[in-house]
């Protein structure tokens, strides 16, 4: 069973570009986490995502950040006319069910790079 | 809102020794779940334990325990008979409960701990 996997792991975009990060979850998963991790600091949630749902999107930057998961293929961060403080590493994570003790499986993360 | 505070940016023990990562939180919840992750440089975060609040009994996971003190709202990761592969961001986690919040994980800043050969 391949884990959860993130596309591309590495990317570079230049300021005003769109960014779009992808994330297949494990097989048999339909619940979907992303998470922003700035240097030297700790994984923040940006939103969670259950297929065609967004669930809560709390963490999610008001303007230029979308996410979807849609019943088919993988789910998407969308990030518009980037930034230099966008450049981050961005993880998602995904589960079999919300129940409490579900655990989140992380992907390897993309790093996102903003000259 | 809960908080995740990581007091130690750093930390270094030498190999086979024992050594102690600390963590409070806050919270104004009775029930919920807390995590402690390992980030190695792959970035990848592997999930090292967890406890549910409601369990008295600390958790472990072989060379890996944690000392749970509700009250004072501590989690503490010990580490025994440390090994050059635990050399790795550690991050503690906190996850609610109630329905609301219950998906999201919150993390603490981070401690970055060296093994000394």
């Known amino acids: 069973n391949a884990g959860v996997m993130q596309n591309p792991r590495h990317l570079v975009r230049r300021r005003g570009q769109e960014a779009r990060l992808r994330c297949s979850p494990m097989?048999?998963?339909?619940?979907v986490y992303w998470y922003r991790q700035l240097p030297e600091e700790g994984l923040k949630f940006m939103v969670y995502l259950q297929k065609e749902n967004i669930i809560d999107e709390s963490g999610m930057p008001k303007e230029r950040f979308s996410a979807e998961f849609p019943k088919e293929g993988p789910s998407i961060l969308r990030i518009q006319q980037v930034v230099r403080g966008d450049s981050a590493a961005y993880f998602c994570?995904?589960?079999?069910?919300?129940?409490?003790?579900?655990?989140?499986?992380f992907g390897p993360g993309t790093r996102l790079t903003v000259t | 809102a809960q908080t995740v505070t990581q007091s130690q940016p750093e930390m270094s023990v030498q190999e086979a020794e024992t050594v102690t990562l600390s963590c409070t939180y806050d919270?104004?919840?009775?029930?919920?779940?807390l995590f402690w992750y390992k980030q190695p440089p792959s970035r990848q975060m592997i999930l090292v334990i967890r406890q549910e609040a409601y369990k008295q009994q600390n958790a472990t996971e072989n060379r890996f325990s944690v000392n749970f003190q509700k009250a004072a709202k501590s989690f503490s990761l010990k580490i025994s008979d440390s090994q050059l592969g635990d050399a790795a961001m550690y991050f503690c986690?906190?996850?609610?409960?109630?329905?609301?919040?219950?998906?999201?994980?919150?993390f603490g800043q981070g401690t970055r701990l060296t093994i000394n050969p």
């Open positions: 919270t104004s919840e009775s029930d919920y779940y």
């Open positions: 097989k048999g998963h339909s619940h």
């Open positions: 994570a995904s589960s079999p069910v919300p129940e409490p003790l579900s655990e989140q499986y």
């Open positions: 986690a906190y996850r609610s409960l109630l329905i609301q919040g219950a998906q999201k994980l919150v």
